[in-house]
């Protein structure tokens, strides 16, 4: 298996924007919804409609765009296929730039949607906005549809704040000829939450803080809370309710509307022995 590394390039990238954005709570969510769990199966006693606003005053990426969707290698070309092709899970939404999320982590959880296909190999790589690779990595994968959350090596990751970074996930059809290559790119910006906002995520439970990241638009929190929830609790109705409202909101509609039997795997690209798709 081929896999190739870069650390943190330590230079200072020109910001887009001249300010980190802060967040504020809407404490109406507190009062009207209630995120307590069933006491005898650990599942969600309400579904929770975790709505997805988007961040105001960000700017817009350079050359973002509507990102690529629906692509598929061409050996998987069919017609009467209904299933999405390869996809970033990022808010699509028609008034904002599209694939664009933002988050507090130094180093955040990126969600993909692979359909099946012919492919055994994917590349994931980061970019910062001078287009140079921050990190870069070749893996294997099973060719089964799934939604991959993907989490980077935390101690050669560190984003910084208010910068906008690319990031692209590749399907390798044809291992001899990367022009076959099939991509879906997304775009993520860094920010700080303010100190109350802090302090009442850190005393709540992991619907809450979802549903809080969610409102005050902070988007890789709030949907990877949620897959991790999803990957312990699978048959969980509710949860799964839970969950593709917050898709939804986002107008991601062909991802809130897959069948629950498509798993969600996590798998950590500093050991990418482990195939996307495949039983843990």
């Known amino acids: 298996m081929h896999q190739t590394k870069l650390s943190l390039i330590p230079a200072i990238f020109p910001a887009l924007i001249a300010n980190v954005a802060t967040f504020s709570i809407t404490p109406s969510s507190l009062q009207t919804t209630d995120f307590s769990y069933f006491a005898a199966t650990g599942g969600v006693s309400e579904i929770e409609v975790a709505q997805y606003v988007p961040p105001k005053n960000l700017g817009t990426p350079r050359s973002v765009g509507g990102g690529t969707r629906g692509g598929r290698c ?11 092709g390869l996809m970033v899970l990022m808010p699509n939404l028609e008034s904002e730039p599209q694939n664009f999320g933002t988050t507090v982590s130094e180093s955040p959880e990126f969600l993909v949607y692979i359909p099946k296909t012919v492919a055994r190999q994917a590349e994931f790589v980061l970019k910062d906005e001078e287009d140079n690779d921050i990190y870069r990595t070749t893996f294997d994968i099973s060719g089964e549809e799934a939604i ?127 195939e996307i798709g495949s039983n843990p």
């Open 74 to 84: 061409e050996a998987d070309q069919d017609e009467n296929r209904t299933d999405p």
């Open 148 to 274: 991959a959350s993907l989490t980077l090596p935390s101690d050669e990751i560190q984003l910084e704040t208010g910068i906008n970074y690319s990031w692209y996930f590749s399907l390798i059809c044809n291992p001899q000829d990367f022009r076959k290559n099939v991509e879906t790119q997304g775009w993520t910006q860094r920010v700080e939450l303010n100190p109350n906002l802090m302090t009442t995520l850190e005393a709540a439970d992991p619907i809450t803080r979802s549903q809080l990241y969610a409102e005050n638009g902070v988007w890789h929190e709030a949907i990877a809370i949620l897959a991790q929830l999803r990957q312990e609790q699978p048959t969980d109705f509710i949860l799964a309710q839970t969950w593709q409202n917050l898709l939804e909101s986002a107008n991601l509609v062909e991802i809130a509307n897959l069948p629950n039997e498509v798993p969600i795997i996590a798998i950590g690209l500093e050991n990418t022995s482990t």
